[in-house]
């Protein structure tokens, strides 16, 4: 009895010893044949596969071949790897997918350095700029032409010289510096006037020349800016009123200089894109005149006269609407001359001296004044 129970013992242990080692090898056989375990990079869990598909091209190289299932879907990867989202057909399965493939960055793996992730990209800073055209002095040439009304008076004589004027006019600006400008202005102007006086008497030419220097600095602001500026000026004035008037008083050529110093300024503002509104206000110091009257003209034995002239002012202003081609506007200028010293000279004149010839007269030039206004326009060529 002992041995037949020994026996069957020994039996059914030698069988589960059998049935064990034939599990071990049924399970190594599938495992050979059917399911890999395959972890993608950073993958949460385990994801088997079907299909034989090639590996992803990443640090993992000489591995056994993975099957993928047809209906793969999806699967997670660390942001170390950037995948090429395009899926072809696993070898010997029309519905599978081979998994994607990869760049693989060393310096983006965790694994090998310390990942310092990227700076967040930040937007530029808005310029700081105005949605207007600028409002500095440029450097450039200005050509331009004016027409406008001119009178003349000397009121102490009750004399008047007015009518039409016209003017051509070239400035030439160069900005340097911070915000330094400099600034030369030629103009010339004439006009054929009509007399008022000693009787009357139209057509009279008249013409003058002015040529200044400035220099000045801008002041910017975001809505406006200022311009002061100052400088030095010369003008000549020539009046021809030879011939005789309504009553058949003579008339003769004058000719005056004058030197001043200008103080000024040039407020700009915004009009659009293209555009700006540009002004002008000036105050202007006489310094010294020179009168000069040709006496001898009227033929009565006068002398030739000059006259010093030590005081007075001129005012001037514009407002003009300025692009970077071209500029237009209204603008003034005003003159107001004191009277001038006397100068006494010999005169073998009947008239001037009563019928007692030769005598010392004095002459001098009066208080005078005189205004001009028009429309301006010019234009930009650099």
Known sequence: MPSRKIKTCLAVFSGTVLAAVGMLCVAQARAETTVYPY???????????????????????????????????????????AANDTYAAAPGNSGGRQLPSYSYNPQLDPRQTTYIPPAPSVPPSPPNYHPYWDLATHSGLDVGAQIGYYDYREPSLDVELNGALFGIDAAGTYAFGSQFFAEGDLRYGFGWLDYTGSGSKDGEFNDSVEARALIGKDFLFREYSISPYLGVGYRTLYNDARGLTSTNAAGYRRYNELYYLPFGIYPRTHIDSNARLTSQFEFDAVLRGLQKSWLSDAGLGDPDVSNQQHSGYGLRGNIMYETPSWTVGPYFIYWHIDQSHVNFIRDTSSATCHGLPPCNPGFFEPDNHTIEAGVQFKYHFF
């Not at 088997?48 to 071949?65: E, F, K, Q, W």
């Open 39 to 81: 972890y993608p990079a950073g993958a949460s869990t385990q994801v088997n596969y079907g299909s034989p598909v090639p590996y992803a091209n990443d640090a993992y190289t000489n591995r056994p071949p993975v099957y993928a299932p047809a209906s793969y879907s999806s699967y997670s990867s660390s942001s170390a790897y």
